[in-house]
């Protein structure tokens, strides 16, 4: 019962594509469908993922998001960094959407959304640093104008760099100290949220969550300066990849097959998200034979038949981080969301491209989720994984 109410927490507080308030549920029970644990296939190294990625982590039982530290895929150590004071009585949603970049003496500085039991609906930036990059320490409230309540911040060289989004717009902003920011050159992009930013050799290219249709996509942009009036818009750039299904026999739980109304467009290593009665699971396919389909991991969940399923790439996709491999192809991690109706998760994945341009898609070999989730005594999500960033140029693979 303990994992369906924080699973129904989850549900109810997974961020969406496009920013808006962290809200909390008036009761858990509110929620359409309860999460099961979702357990990540054998663990093993991921060139990509090795870490440490930050990411919004939930704890449960107080109904508020902290910040934790994912290695190899998995959290080191157990449990939030830096978190905010919570106050049973009032709402408290915490701490969302960090990104971390290293200071000029190695210290790790984390700047993340805060939203305060005093002030729920008022999100600000915060700045937290650390030695270690495990224990932090809050520094101070990040000031702009417009206000920047959310952002991907990098220090490059002498100049802190910004790129945040107020009022559908996403601003670009500088500061020399990393606290007091100066917007430069009017707004760049309409409608997109910034997700990663890098610089391949002289030109610049900002990932974005873009929001069409009640869906949102990973977008690219592209600009010689950052402080130019407007960056160029070269699209969406994921290839989105559903095969909707119905389960036709009963499943029980702890079984690792299921069978399905067909196999038809899924394939060995695609991760399922799989909507039931008492719950939902996420869990990556190891064989298919005909119609039945063998898990990676055991069903967390009974389910029955008419329970419906799609791969976690149908819905949304939420660009963090991307790095270039020796051969010069493409790499990086993109959240996925709303693959299922009811079931609102955001599990990360391996992506894949020849060209930053795309299209990017999905690398069914690498281990899904690639972050995993811990399931002990307290539900805890993973959304908005973010590596460190050490400069603006282009990340090299496993580097």
């Avoid at 036709?248 to 899924?266: F, K, N, Q």
Wanted: aromatic share 6%; glycine share 10%.
């Amino acid at each position: 019962m303990a994992v369906c109410v924080a699973a129904a927490v989850v549900a109810q507080l997974v961020l969406a594509p496009e920013p808006r308030d962290v809200r909390l549920p008036p009761r858990p029970a509110a929620a359409k469908v309860p999460l099961g644990p979702v357990v990540a296939a054998k663990p093993r190294r991921e060139p990509i993922a090795d870490g440490p990625f930050y990411v919004s982590t939930l704890d449960a039982a107080a109904q508020s998001y902290g910040v934790a530290r994912y290695v190899d895929g998995r959290p080191s150590p157990v449990g939030e960094l830096a978190r905010v004071h919570v106050d049973a009585s009032k709402r408290c949603p915490g701490l969302t959407s960090p990104a971390v970049t290293r200071g000029r003496d190695g210290e790790y500085l984390l700047y993340v959304t805060e939203r305060v039991c005093d002030a729920p609906d008022r999100p600000r930036l915060g700045l937290w640093t650390s030695r270690d990059g495990r224990h932090f320490r809050r520094r101070a409230t990040v000031q702009a104008s417009p206000p920047m309540p959310r952002a991907y911040i990098v220090r490059d060289g002498d100049v802190f760099r910004a790129w945040y989004r107020e009022d559908g717009m996403i601003h670009y902003a500088e500061s020399p100290d990393g606290v007091r920011f100066t917007v430069l050159g009017g707004p760049k992009v309409a409608g997109a949220t910034p997700g990663y930013v890098f610089k391949d050799g002289r030109r610049w290219y900002l990932l974005s969550n873009r929001t069409s249709d009640g869906r949102s996509d990973a977008a690219l942009f592209a600009f010689d300066d950052p402080r130019q009036p407007r960056y160029e818009d070269l699209g969406a750039i994921v290839s989105r990849r559903s095969a909707p299904k119905r389960v036709v026999t009963p499943a029980r739980r702890g079984a690792r097959t299921v069978e399905l109304s067909g196999t038809r467009g899924i394939a060995k290593g695609d991760l399922l998200v799989i909507r039931g009665r008492l719950g939902a699971d996420a869990i990556q396919v190891a064989r298919i034979r005909g119609d039945k389909v063998r898990l990676a991991s055991p069903l967390t969940v009974r389910h029955d038949p008419g329970d419906g399923l799609d791969l976690a790439t149908a819905g949304s996709t939420l660009p963090s981080y991307v790095c270039r491999e020796r051969d010069g192809t493409w790499a990086g991690i993109f959240g996925t969301a709303d693959a299922v109706p009811g079931v609102l998760f955001e599990p990360a994945l391996v992506y894949r491209a020849k060209s930053i341009r795309g299209p990017w898609r999905v690398d069914r070999s690498a281990t899904a989720p690639i972050l995993a989730l811990e399931n002990r005594q307290r539900r805890r999500s993973t959304q908005s994984p973010t590596a460190v960033s050490r400069g603006v140029g282009v990340r090299r693979c496993g580097a």
